[in-house]
Nanobody, 116 residues
Framework: QVQLVESGGGLVQPGGSLRLSCAAS????????MSWYRQAPGKEREWVAT????????NYADAVIGRFTISKDNGKNMAYLQMNSLKPDDTAVYYC?????????WGRGTQITVSS
């Protein structure tokens, strides 16, 4: 059974940090680009970051450059999103996505709330 499960969400104060994890099962992340997306209340889902199948290349949305870091551990079949210097505008449900030329998989998301 193919599954992506995000974890690590929660409430954090502005300026704080969180690390999201994405656990994959039923397929090998080593064969997939892994991405994080987010969806804030009343807004469309937006792309945040992507890491290549090998992990050698990463790309980020302008809004998170310098603050967020995407990574993956192919041996553990996991992807991660380290989020630093969090802002209230980062409040959203964060989703993990696995992509290759043939298939896309989405997780169910984890809520991040940045508030004092």
């Amino acid at each position: 059974q193919v599954q992506l499960v995000e974890s690590g969400g929660g409430l954090v104060q502005p300026g704080g940090s969180l690390r999201l994890s994405c656990a994959a099962s039923g397929f090998a992340v080593t064969n997939y680009f892994m991405s994080w997306y987010r969806q804030a209340p009343g807004k469309e889902r937006e792309w945040v970051a992507t890491i290549s199948s090998s992990g050698a290349n990463t790309n980020y949305a302008d809004a998170v450059i310098g603050r967020f870091t995407i990574s993956k551990d192919n041996g553990k079949n996991m992807a991660y999103l380290q989020m630093n210097s969090l802002k209230p505008d980062d409040t959203a449900v964060y989703y993990c996505k696995a992509t290759n030329v043939n298939r896309n998989f989405w997780g169910r998301g984890t809520q991040i709330t940045v508030s004092s």
